[in-house]
Nanobody, 115 residues
Framework: QVQLVESGGGLVQPGGSLRLSCAAS????????MGWYRQAPGKQRELVAA???????NYADSVKGRFTISRENAKNTVYLQMNSLKPEDTAVYYC?????????WGQGTLVTVSE
């Protein structure tokens, strides 16, 4: 079993920055993908960014150039640095871990971008 604990959400003004963290614990193999998804009110959950075990990253077009995903393998932790935040980035952000055929989710952390 794998547990994901997220932190770093909150309220920020447009143009501001936030950094999300997600720490994974439990039975984790060396090769896995970690990422961040988000779900805004009334919308489907969507991929924001992901980083594979070898370091390859993938971003949604809407966040390219503004968000950066990184991972610290020794700590089984993934980070999402979010800069130049916009009101449309407001959502609950969920950490995701994929290993073999299994998938795990964090509880979600709310990010609100507003004046």
């Amino acid at each position: 079993q794998v547990q994901l604990v997220e932190s770093g959400g909150g309220l920020v003004q447009p143009g501001g920055s936030l950094r999300l963290s997600c720490a994974a614990s439990g039975s984790i193999s060396a090769i896995y993908t970690m990422g961040w998804y988000r779900q805004a009110p009334g919308k489907q959950r969507e991929l924001v960014a992901a980083v594979a075990g070898g370091g390859r990253t993938n971003y949604a077009d809407s966040v390219k150039g503004r968000f950066t995903i990184s991972r610290e393998n020794a700590k089984n932790t993934v980070y999402l640095q979010m800069n130049s935040l916009k009101p449309e980035d407001t959502a609950v952000y969920y950490c995701n871990l994929k290993v073999a055929l299994l998938e795990y989710w964090g509880q979600g952390t709310l990010v609100t971008v507003s004046e």
